[in-house]
């Protein structure tokens, strides 16, 4: 993975956050954080088309797939008031029982 290509998800992340503030008119995000079972739903719809791109799609299919994935996650954890440093830590976590 090329370094530094991680940054702007922080950047999407504040972005969600000030939706959850500010549930302003019009918003796509805004639409979701108003209603966690849509957010959930539209959730495992990107998974299972992402399963699909996985399966049979090209490499740009299944980058566009995950990005549609990885935006609805980002917006499920703010829901339950964790983000993506929540997942990494967890992850961290998991490395370090490998390591040890
Ligand atoms: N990164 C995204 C993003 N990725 C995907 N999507 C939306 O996720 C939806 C994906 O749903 P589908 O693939 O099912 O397509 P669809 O048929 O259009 O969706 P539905 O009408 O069925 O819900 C589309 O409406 C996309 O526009 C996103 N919507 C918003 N963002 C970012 O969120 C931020 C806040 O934007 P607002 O939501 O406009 O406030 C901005 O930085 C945006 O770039």
């Given at each position: 993975?090329?370094?530094?290509c991680?940054?702007f998800?922080?950047?999407?992340?504040?972005?969600?956050?000030?939706?959850?503030?500010?549930?302003?008119?019009?918003?796509?995000?805004?639409k979701?954080?108003?209603?966690?079972?849509?957010?959930?739903?539209k959730?495992?719809?990107?998974?299972?088309?992402?399963?699909?791109?996985?399966?049979?799609g090209?490499?740009?299919?299944?980058?566009?797939?995950?990005?549609?994935?990885?935006?609805?996650?980002?917006?499920?954890?703010?829901l339950?008031?964790?983000?993506?440093c929540?997942?990494?830590?967890?992850?961290?976590?998991?490395a370090?029982?490998?390591?040890?």
């Amino acid at each position: 993975m090329s370094s530094g290509c991680l940054g702007f998800l922080e950047e999407l992340d504040r972005v969600i956050e000030q939706r959850a503030r500010e549930l302003p008119e019009g918003s796509y995000t805004a639409k979701l954080l108003r209603d966690p079972a849509l957010a959930a739903r539209k959730l495992g719809e990107e998974a299972a088309e992402a399963m699909v791109e996985a399966l049979a799609g090209t490499r740009e299919r299944l980058v566009e797939e995950a990005a549609d994935l990885l935006y609805h996650l980002m917006v499920v954890l703010r829901l339950r008031g964790a983000s993506l440093c929540d997942v990494a830590r967890a992850l961290e976590a998991r490395a370090g029982w490998r390591r040890g």
